[in-house]
């Protein structure tokens, strides 16, 4: 393989990883924002305190995910932004709403929380339920058809349940005593919706495209890619049990929130290999989609110097507010 043709691979790569991380570090906690109403009042504070640290920053993922798709992909970024105007549009509007909810509130007087909680619950559902239905407009490759609008819609159901399973697994590591065990119901809740949603969207998804069936289902590429959804489901099995066991509410208070983290990994595995080589499915390539090698040879520069700073940042500050959530304050 060619420099030339290499560069297109590795953003691409780049892009992809980006995303996860978002969807990974920001679904915690989108998770949590949705799990609030259910918490009393004391717990909110809590739960809020939980992500205090690391809500703002862990957008920085999407910007990037976003921006290069925009300078290493421009004739996508036409496509999809084209498509996915209105969900984008109210995803914005959502990750707003709790940017000024979450700093409104801890400043509030205690008769205004209730409001500045809810809008902060608002904010996290409607950017969950519009990067669900990106989703699944995106992995059709945008086709028309009630057959693909109901798929989208069903993921946008579905990206919700598995955002309130990461975030209550969150809070199971991140707090102790009578929450801790209020965050070990909710995940269990959290757990059947998740599964249910998962296997749907497993059996849908070839149906709906017929790139991905032919990917996933000629042999020998089925026997060599069940490892996939075997460890997939392996992960969701050891974490319910994990979740009927007291002793997770000790030191492998972690352990559940790392499996989930790994079916969200497997998941974005298989994704990748379902839409490669394309950006745009059955439409655009990520070759034909690409900028110049000469520009993209300059942004490689740029996201070789930024890159490095965000994944710093990001396992320092991880690495400083680690252990149990305390109380948050501004001064």
Not at 28 to 43: E, I, K, N, Q
Not at 71 to 80: R, W
Not at 136 to 144: C, E, L, Q, S, V
Request: charge should be positive; glycine fraction near 8%; charged fraction near 10%.
């Amino acid at each position: 393989m060619t420099w030339a043709e290499a560069l297109p691979l590795i953003f691409m790569a780049l892009m992809g990883v980006s995303m996860l991380a978002y969807v990974v570090l920001d679904g915690f906690d989108l998770g949590v924002g949705m799990l609030l109403p259910r918490a009393t009042d004391a717990h909110k504070d809590l739960m809020i305190a939980s992500i205090g640290p690391f809500w703002d920053a862990n957008e920085t993922w999407l910007v990037l995910g976003v921006g290069i798709l925009l300078i290493a992909f421009p004739k996508a970024h036409g496509i999809v932004l084209s498509a996915l105007y209105l969900p984008v549009a109210l995803m914005l509007i959502g990750l707003i709403l709790r940017g000024v909810a979450f700093d409104f509130r801890v400043k509030a007087r205690d008769h205004h929380k209730p409001l500045w909680t809810h809008a902060f619950f608002a904010g996290s559902m409607i950017a969950a339920l519009s990067q669900g239905w990106m989703l699944g407009r995106y992995i059709t490759g945008f086709a028309d058809g009630w057959p693909f609008w109901l798929f989208a819609a069903a993921i946008a159901l579905c990206l919700p349940a598995a955002y309130v399973l990461l975030g209550a697994c969150w809070l199971l590591m991140k707090t102790e005593g009578e929450f801790q065990r209020q965050a070990m119901a909710w995940a269990k809740t959290a757990w059947a919706p998740m599964v249910i949603g998962m296997g749907l969207i497993s059996i849908a998804t070839p149906w709906v495209s017929a790139t991905v069936r032919d990917k996933w289902f000629a042999m020998p590429e089925f026997i060599a890619l069940l490892p996939i959804p075997l460890t997939t489901a392996v992960a969701l099995l050891a974490t319910r049990a994990l979740l009927n066991w007291r002793g997770v509410l000790g030191r492998l208070c972690w352990l559940p929130f790392a499996l989930v983290i790994a079916v969200f990994v497997l998941g974005a595995i298989g994704l990748a290999y379902s839409l490669y080589p394309y950006v745009v499915v059955d439409r655009l390539t990520l070759w034909q989609a690409a900028s110049s090698t000469e520009a993209l040879a300059v942004i490689a520069i740029g996201c070789a110097i930024a890159v490095p700073a965000i994944v710093g940042y990001t396992v320092f500050s991880y690495r400083v507010f680690r252990g149990k959530a305390r109380e948050l304050s501004y001064g």
